[in-house]
C-alpha cells in the first residue's frame, strides 16, 4: 500500500513540474504572436497592441531559473516572421546547466547551479542587457523574459553597493527568515536594475514584459524584484526591514544606512504602483502577462490526483503582505501533519482516498550553528517531528511531500523532501535525533539517511513549491 502511495506522489509532483515548463506555456497556444495580427493571450489582446508589421528591430532581454525555455519559446513563436528585416537578437542570464544555444537568443550561465546569489558574471551580463536595451529606437520591440530566481542573475548593484556587501546583506536576511517580500525591498533598494530600472533603460517604443511567477499571489513589484515595474526603491521600507532583523546593528553593509537616510531626505516619496501598464519617462510603452504561476503546478498535481482516485482539493496559501505574516516551514509543517491526520481519519471512514495539494512557500529562520537542508526538508521534517510528539507510529497508507518547483531546496542537491512510513521507521531504526535536527536546520542528512529525499535536478521552471499529503484506507 505504501509503495502504491509513494508512486502516486511522485506522479503528482512530476506533474506539477511538467505543468510549469516555460516553453510549453509560451507554445501552447495562448499566445499568439501573428505577424498578420495583433498579438493577444489567452483571447485577450496585448495592450498596447503589438503589430510586427510596424516594428524594426526586436531584442529578448531577461533573466531567471525559467528565463532560458521562456526565450525558447519566444524563438519558437517569432519563426514565422522576417527574422532579416527585424534582426532578432538578445541576451538572457540563465543559472548554468540552462544555456542551450538558441538561434538567435544569447543565453547567458551567470552562476552555479543550486548556489542563489549574484556572482560577478550575473554583473556583467546585466550590463550587456541595459547597454542593449539603451541601444533601441523608437520603433524596435524589446521582449522581456522574467521568472523566478531572476533577483541574482539580473544584478547591479547602486553607487556605494559592493557585490560582496549585497551577496552577504541577502545571505543574512535569509537566515534571518525574511520572506521574499521583505527581501525583495532591500533588493530594490540597492539595485539600479530591479524597481523598474530595466525598463527605465529601454529606449524602444514598446516593451513586452512575458512573467512566470514565483510568488503566491503574482505580485509583480515582488517577482524578480519588478525590474519593468512602474515602482520607486522605497529607502524608508528597506530601512525598517534592516532594523527588524538587526542588519544595521550587525554592520553587514555599513553604509548602506547612510546611502538610504540620503535616498529618504531626497527622493519623492511615492507609494507602489501595481499598474502592469505604462509608459516610462523614455517614451517606451510597458506590459506585462503572466503566463503561468504556482497555481498552474497546483491544479496540473491536483488533476493527477483524482485521475489516480484521490477525492482531492487543490489551493494555494494566501500571499504574503502586510496583515498576514509569512508561515514559517515548521508552522506549515505542524499543520499539515494535522490535516493529515483528519485526511487519513475521513478516508478510514468512507474506503475513499484523499489527497490535498498545497501551494507556498516557507520562511525559515536559520540559527548561527545550522546544518543543511531547505524549506521544504524542514517543512517535512516538521511535520515528522509533530506525529513523534503524538507518541503513535505514523500511518499505513499516509504520506506527506513537499517540493520546490525548480529542483532546488536550499544549498543542496535536493528539491526536497517526503515522509511515509517506511522513512519513519527508518528514522526510529536509525535513532536519528529529529527535534535536533528541526532546530539546527539540518534535515538533509536525515532524510538522507531515511530515504526521504526527492532529487528531480534542476528543472528548468520555478513556481514557487508545492506540497502534497495522500492518505489511502488501510
Request: hydrophobic residues 45%.
Amino acid at each position: 500500500m505504501m509503495g502504491n502511495v509513494r508512486a502516486d506522489a511522485e506522479a503528482i509532483w512530476s506533474a506539477a513540474i511538467r505543468s510549469a515548463q516555460p516553453l510549453r506555456l509560451m507554445t501552447d497556444g495562448r499566445l499568439i504572436c501573428d505577424p498578420q495580427q495583433a498579438w493577444t493571450f489567452a483571447g485577450a489582446a496585448i495592450e498596447p497592441a503589438v503589430h510586427l508589421d510596424a516594428i524594426d528591430r526586436i531584442v529578448v532581454v531577461g533573466a531567471g531559473k525559467a528565463a532560458a525555455g521562456m526565450a525558447a519559446g519566444v524563438e519558437q513563436l517569432l519563426a514565422t516572421t522576417d527574422r532579416s528585416r527585424h534582426r532578432l537578437a538578445g541576451v538572457v542570464s540563465v543559472p548554468a546547466g540552462t544555456d542551450a544555444p538558441l538561434q538567435h537568443v544569447s543565453l547567458c550561465p551567470t552562476r552555479p547551479v543550486g548556489e542563489n546569489l549574484p556572482t560577478l558574471e550575473s554583473v556583467a551580463v546585466t550590463g550587456e542587457i541595459l547597454l542593449l536595451m539603451a541601444s533601441l529606437g523608437p520603433s524596435d520591440l524589446a521582449i522581456a523574459v522574467i521568472t523566478g530566481g531572476a533577483s541574482a542573475l539580473l544584478v547591479a548593484p547602486r553607487v556605494g553597493v559592493t557585490l560582496a556587501e549585497k551577496i552577504s546583506l541577502t545571505q543574512f536576511l535569509l537566515a534571518a527568515g525574511a520572506d521574499i517580500a521583505e527581501l525583495n525591498t532591500v533588493r530594490r533598494a540597492t539595485s539600479l536594475v530591479k524597481a523598474g530600472g530595466l525598463a527605465r533603460a529601454c529606449t524602444a517604443g514598446r516593451l513586452v514584459v512575458f512573467i512566470l511567477s514565483d510568488v503566491i499571489g503574482d505580485r509583480l513589484d515582488v517577482i524578480a524584484s519588478g525590474p519593468c515595474m512602474p515602482i520607486v526603491a522605497q529607502p524608508e521600507e528597506a530601512l525598517a526591514i534592516l532594523k527588524k532583523y538587526g542588519a544595521i546593528e550587525a554592520g553587514v553593509v555599513p553604509q548602506l544606512e547612510r546611502l538610504l537616510l540620503a535616498d529618504r531626505d531626497t527622493q519623492v516619496a511615492q507609494p507602489h504602483s501595481f499598474i502592469s501598464n505604462w509608459t516610462t519617462p523614455r517614451g517606451c510603452n510597458v506590459s506585462h502577462t503572466i503566463v503561468g504561476n504556482n497555481q498552474t503546478a497546483v491544479a496540473s498535481a491536483a488533476a493527477v490526483a483524482q485521475r489516480r482516485g484521490y477525492q482531492t482539493e487543490g489551493r494555494t496559501t494566501a500571499p504574503v503582505d502586510c496583515f498576514s505574516p509569512p508561515e514559517s516551514a515548521e508552522a506549515a509543517g505542524h499543520r499539515l501533519a494535522g490535516e493529515a491526520a483528519a485526511l487519513l481519519a475521513a478516508a478510514r471512514t468512507d474506503g475513499r482516498p484523499r489527497a490535498l495539494i498545497e501551494g507556498g512557500e516557507p520562511t525559515v529562520r536559520v540559527p548561527l550553528d545550522h546544518g543543511r537542508g531547505g524549506r521544504n526538508q524542514q517543512l517535512v521534517l516538521a511535520a515528522i517531528h509533530s506525529i513523534q510528539r503524538a507518541g503513535m507510529p505514523w500511518p499505513e497508507g499516509l504520506l506527506i511531500a513537499s517540493i520546490g518547483t525548480d529542483g532546488e531546496d536550499g544549498p543542496t542537491d535536493a528539491a526536497g523532501a517526503h515522509a511515509g512510513s517506511s522513512v519513519f521507521a527508518a528514522i526510529a531504526q536509525q535513532a536519528l535525533d529529529v527535534p535536533t535536527a528541526l532546530a539546527r536546520c539540518d534535515a538533509y542528512p536525515l532524510f538522507a539517511a531515511a530515504g526521504g529525499l526527492i532529487r528531480t535536478g534542476p528543472t528548468g521552471t520555478n513556481v514557487a513549491d508545492v506540497r502534497i499529503i495522500l492518505a489511502r484506507p488501510t
